[in-house]
């Protein structure tokens, strides 16, 4: 049985070799930003495809097996099983998750106890409801699962579930929306990487010109939309994945990334060393690395090159 969902092809020279991207999921809003800058790298002679998966854990597998060349996700509990030299070149997204609820509560601590909606067993909201009850020293009731932000804030408002943690995007909706009959919940920042940008270290050092022209892309990308969040739907191209998407996405992509920086879901210099250490505490913390924290070394998850020399 394949584990592909959908596969676009980039037609370039049947002489170069395409890199492989494995995502970890189908093109969305959040993507836009990622696809423009795989626009301009194509432009500076990168030569790629890309794969959606169906969820992040077939996306890392694909990289281990050698499948694919470089995925999307967070693969902290795989780089430290695996004996694979897997390694992040670039933060993508930080875990920016909002805790929102019905009337019935108005803190973080007023969930002790309470059951929650979560995305899935193991996944980013799981990681995120682990670290929140470390820190704030409660205990989650039942925990139920509903596989996607939207989804769950549907089940919010019909009244099937009194607390989630969802996207900044759908938090904003249900706050436009249904504003006056749900609460956001305060929350403890975060600097931890939601979905990152990794592969296997030798196959970075083989292609060290190709990743070059990668990250260099997504840096100026991500550092243009700091300045004007529109440069995004400006660039978008309408003949892509992205253009492809529903009128009223597209409408939205300005409101979006405007939001997004504001919310600081990105980081405009790719993470680099600050995401990797708030990373190895996050994931420690969440369960997905074992061992003592003073012991996990940034090198060992991280390599730094690419993105120190995309910022020379």
Same mark, same amino acid.
């Given at each position: 049985?394949?584990?592909?969902?959908?596969?676009?092809?980039?037609?370039?020279?049947?002489?170069?070799?395409?890199?492989?991207?494995?995502?970890?999921?189908?093109?969305?809003?959040?993507?836009?930003?990622?696809? +423009?800058?795989?626009?301009?790298? /194509?432009? *500076?002679? &990168?030569?790629?495809?890309?794969?959606?998966?169906? @969820? !992040?854990? $077939?996306?890392?597998?694909?990289?281990?097996?050698?499948?694919?060349?470089?995925?999307?996700?967070?693969?902290?509990?795989?780089?430290?099983?695996?004996?694979?030299?897997?390694?992040?070149?670039?933060?993508?997204?930080?875990?920016?998750?909002?805790?929102?609820?019905?009337?019935?509560?108005?803190?973080?601590?007023?969930?002790?106890?309470?059951?929650?909606?979560?995305?899935?067993?193991?996944?980013?909201?799981?990681?995120?409801?682990?670290?929140?009850?470390?820190?704030?020293?409660?205990?989650?009731?039942?925990?139920?699962?509903?596989?996607?932000?939207?989804?769950?804030?549907?089940?919010?408002?019909?009244?099937?579930?009194?607390?989630?943690?969802?996207?900044?995007?759908?938090?904003?909706?249900? +706050?436009?929306?249904?504003?006056? /009959?749900? *609460?956001? &919940?305060?929350?403890?920042?975060?600097?931890?990487? @939601? !979905?990152? $940008?990794?592969?296997?270290?030798?196959?970075?050092?083989?292609?060290?010109?190709?990743?070059?022209?990668?990250?260099?892309?997504?840096?100026?990308?991500?550092?243009?939309?700091?300045?004007?969040?529109?440069?995004?739907?400006?660039?978008?191209?309408?003949?892509?994945?992205?253009?492809?998407?529903?009128?009223?996405?597209?409408?939205?992509?300005?409101?979006?990334?405007?939001?997004?920086?504001?919310?600081?879901?990105?980081?405009?210099?790719?993470?680099?060393?600050?995401?990797?250490?708030?990373?190895?505490?996050?994931?420690?913390?969440?369960?997905?690395?074992?061992?003592?924290?003073?012991?996990?070394?940034?090198?060992?998850?991280?390599?730094?090159?690419?993105?120190?020399?995309?910022?020379?």
């Amino acid at each position: 049985m394949s584990l592909l969902l959908t596969t676009f092809v980039m037609v370039g020279s049947l002489q170069a070799a395409k890199i492989r991207i494995a995502l970890a999921e189908t093109p969305s809003d959040e993507l836009a930003a990622f696809f +423009v800058a795989l626009d301009r790298a /194509k432009a *500076n002679g &990168l030569d790629y495809e890309w794969t959606a998966f169906a @969820d !992040e854990e $077939l996306a890392i597998q694909a990289i281990l097996s050698g499948q694919m060349d470089i995925g999307f996700g967070t693969p902290y509990s795989a780089m430290q099983r695996s004996k694979a030299p897997v390694r992040i070149i670039f933060q993508l997204s930080k875990l920016k998750f909002f805790p929102v609820s019905s009337k019935k509560y108005s803190s973080l601590n007023d969930l002790n106890g309470e059951p929650i909606l979560l995305h899935s067993r193991g996944g980013g909201t799981d990681s995120i409801a682990n670290v929140i009850e470390d820190k704030l020293g409660i205990k989650f009731g039942k925990r139920s699962y509903v596989s996607g932000s939207s989804n769950r804030i549907v089940a919010l408002v019909a009244g099937q579930a009194d607390a989630t943690i969802v996207d900044m995007s759908n938090k904003n909706k249900l +706050v436009r929306t249904h504003g006056n /009959k749900f *609460n956001v &919940l305060p929350m403890f920042d975060v600097d931890a990487s @939601d !979905e990152a $940008l990794f592969a296997n270290l030798n196959w970075i050092k083989a292609n060290a010109k190709d990743v070059d022209i990668f990250v260099k892309a997504l840096l100026s990308v991500y550092q243009d939309f700091h300045k004007d969040p529109t440069i995004i739907r400006r660039e978008t191209n309408p003949d892509g994945p992205i253009g492809q998407l529903p009128k009223e996405v597209l409408g939205e992509l300005d409101g979006f990334y405007t939001e997004a920086v504001a919310g600081g879901l990105y980081d405009q210099n790719g993470g680099g060393e600050k995401a990797a250490i708030a990373d190895l505490e996050w994931y420690h913390k969440a369960g997905h690395l074992t061992g003592k924290l003073s012991d996990l070394n940034i090198d060992d998850f991280w390599y730094m090159k690419p993105l120190l020399d995309a910022t020379k």
